[in-house]
Nanobody
């Protein structure tokens, strides 16, 4: 069983910066991909960014390209999301996601509990 714990959300002014962290814990697993998704009030959950654990390949939503950066620390099983030039459009609950492999169970997926990001003056 893999668990994800997110941190770093909060209130920030437009144009500001926030850094989210997501740490994976558990036993006997191998993470393949980690990513961040977000869900604004009244909207569907959408992909923000993903990163492969082995090669570090990244993928970003068009709306965050050039402003957000996803990175990982494999030794800590942790993924980060650095968010710059934040706007009110970025206000949402941000969820960490991990796709991992577990013996006898194959590939599985797990979500974090979410962390709220509010961009407001």
């Amino acid at each position: 069983q893999v668990q994800l714990v997110e941190s770093g959300g909060g209130l920030v002014q437009p144009g500001g910066f926030l850094r989210l962290s997501c740490a994976a814990s558990g036993s006997n697993f191998r993470i393949a991909v980690m990513g961040w998704y977000r869900q604004a009030p009244g909207k569907q959950r959408e992909l923000v960014a993903t990163i492969t654990i082995s090669g570090g390949s990244t993928n970003y939503a068009d709306s965050v390209k050039g402003r957000f950066t996803i990175s990982r620390d494999n030794a800590k099983n942790t993924v980060y999301l650095e968010m710059n030039s934040l706007t009110s459009e970025d206000t949402a609950a941000y969820y960490c996601n991990a796709k991992y492999w577990a013996p006898t169970r194959g590939y599985l997926e797990v979500w974090g509990q979410g962390t709220l990001v509010t961009v407001s003056s």
